[in-house]
């Protein structure tokens, strides 16, 4: 079973500018979860989306928005960058998002504002 | 409320010594608490996992110890080896959502 994959690897955008990432979920994996890596801040969930539909969001300003496919992929948009927007962006798929099942990260995008 | 904190923040083992972080957590309720391993280049991967009903869980060289009236818990690596050096990750969870707090992650380092 192929695992999450994200695409692309490595984005180098300028402040302003905006920037959609993409996920593709492990095959029958309906809940799609992005987060935020960095430095100093860790790792901070941004959002998680389950039949298209947005079912938690973290504290990220709105300038961050995802969506979801009904095959399950999963797009984040991230609008007039700062360069505080500087990370890993990961994302990781459960079959249905429940806290037990066991929640597989794809490798993540390394987005480089400046 | 919403933190979870991690200590040591980096940690560094002779081969065959045992690792142990430790994180602390606030909001009472978490129930889910798991803790992932992420190696350089690569995304987190899930380690194991606890729920608070139990105070410690085993798998392998890999235990969970949990003190749910500390609102502690802590991840002990036995036989620790080269192999296990990466950066950890605790997280903790409310029931029916995966939207994990993490906790800042410890590096560690096995030394050969």
């Known amino acids: 079973k192929a695992g999450v994959t994200q695409t692309p690897r490595y984005l180098i955008k300028t402040r302003g500018q905006q920037v959609t990432l993409s996920c593709s979920p492990i095959?029958?994996?309906?809940?799609v979860s992005w987060y935020q890596q960095t430095p100093g801040q860790g790792l901070q969930f941004l959002f998680e989306?389950?039949?298209?539909?947005?079912?938690n969001k973290g504290n990220f300003p709105g300038r961050f928005s995802g969506r979801q496919f009904s095959n399950s992929r999963s797009e984040m948009n991230v609008s007039t960058l700062e360069l505080g927007d500087s990370a890993l962006y990961l994302c990781?798929?459960?079959?249905?998002?429940?806290?037990?099942?066991?929640?597989?990260f794809g490798p993540g995008t390394r987005l480089l504002v400046l | 409320q919403q933190q979870v904190k991690q200590s040591p923040q980096s940690l560094i083992v002779q081969k065959g010594g045992i690792s142990i972080i430790n994180c602390a957590y606030e909001n009472t309720a978490f129930d889910y608490f798991p803790w992932y391993q992420q190696f350089p280049g690569k995304g987190p991967a899930l380690l194991i996992a606890?729920?608070?009903?139990?105070s410690e869980k085993k798998e392998g060289r890999f235990t969970i110890s949990f003190n749910k009236s500390a609102k502690q818990f802590s991840l002990h690596i036995m036989d620790s080896q080269p192999g296990d050096s990466a950066t950890y990750f605790c997280?903790?969870?409310?029931?029916?959502?995966?939207?994990?707090?993490f906790g800042p992650g410890t590096r560690l380092s096995v030394l050969p």
């Open positions: 990781a798929s459960s079959l249905v998002g429940r806290d037990m099942e066991t929640q597989y």
């Open positions: 989306y389950f039949s298209e539909t947005q079912r």
């Open positions: 997280a903790a969870s409310k029931s029916y959502g995966q939207n994990f707090v």
């Open positions: 606890i729920r608070p009903d139990v």
């Open positions: 095959s029958g994996h309906r809940s």
